[in-house]
T-cell receptor
Framework: DTAVSQTPKYLVTQMGNDKSIKCEQN?????MYWYKQDSKKFLKIMFS???????INETVPNRFSPKSPDKAHLNLHINSLELGDSAVYFC???????????????FGEGSRLTVL | DAKTTQPNSMESNEEEPVHLPCNHS???????IHWYRQLPSQGPEYVIH???SNVNNRMASLAIAEDRKSSTLILHRATLRDAAVYYC?????????????FGTGTRLLVSP
């Protein structure tokens, strides 16, 4: 069983469309994250949720809206897609927020989004 | 966030030890040193972390300088599977919600 799973793995879409990426973790963790890795391979945090509550919200356009229906799931919805949104999006989880654990994040395999 | 500096790339031969350096001259006394690696087409994975003392685990060893301004990740016998980008990251132990800030890392190439 994959610990942190993301779907879809690949997503190709047109500018202006709305798309979602789903993430599920079966590790029983309380905290989940979304990271974005751009074409230059920089990996940047976007959001973090702890027990379904938003705890980290980096400077991300309002077009990006995370949703956590329960602590095992963290979905990312993107409205009005732009060319610059093309990237690999990684979901991750940790047992608790980083301040109170070893700092170990468990990452999914990534979802590659291509906006044409 | 305190900054780390790593070489862009390093090369190694299979079955040889690899020493990956990281400079963090602005580290504070409350910063942990973390190492992650990212294999091709995969998400990052945790390797090891430490505070002041050297650390060993099944994947690697972490040697931390006495002044904590630098550290070295040691892979004792490199395998082809160790070819990846290795990230050295500082994380504060202060309270509050935290994040891991990834730099550009070191790309390790392993030759047979």
């Amino acid at each position: 069983d994959t610990a942190v799973s993301q779907t879809p793995k690949y997503l190709v879409t047109q500018m202006g469309n709305d798309k979602s990426i789903k993430c599920e973790q079966n590790l029983g963790h309380d905290t989940m994250y979304w990271y974005k890795q751009d074409s230059k391979k920089f990996l940047k945090i976007m959001f973090s949720y702890n027990n379904k509550e938003l705890i980290i919200n980096e400077t991300v356009p309002n077009r990006f809206s995370p949703k956590s229906p329960d602590k095992a799931h963290l979905n990312l919805h993107i409205n009005s897609l732009e060319l610059g949104d093309s990237a690999v999006y990684f979901c991750a989880s940790s047992p608790t927020p980083l301040a109170s654990n070893t700092g170990e994040l468990f990452f999914g395999e990534g979802s590659r989004l291509t906006v044409l | 966030d305190a900054k780390t500096t790593q070489p862009n790339s390093m090369e190694s031969n299979e079955e040889e030890p690899v020493h990956l350096p990281c400079n963090h001259s602005t580290i504070s006394g409350t910063d942990y040193i973390h190492w992650y690696r990212q294999l091709p087409s995969q998400g990052p994975e945790y390797v090891i972390h430490g505070l002041t003392s050297n650390v060993n685990n099944r994947m690697a060893s972490l040697a931390i300088a006495e002044d904590r301004k630098s550290s070295t990740l040691i892979l004792h016998r490199a395998t082809l599977r160790d070819a990846a980008v290795y990230y050295c990251i500082l994380r504060s132990m202060n309270t509050g919600f935290q994040k891991l800030v990834f730099g550009t890392g070191t790309r390790l190439l392993v030759s047979p």
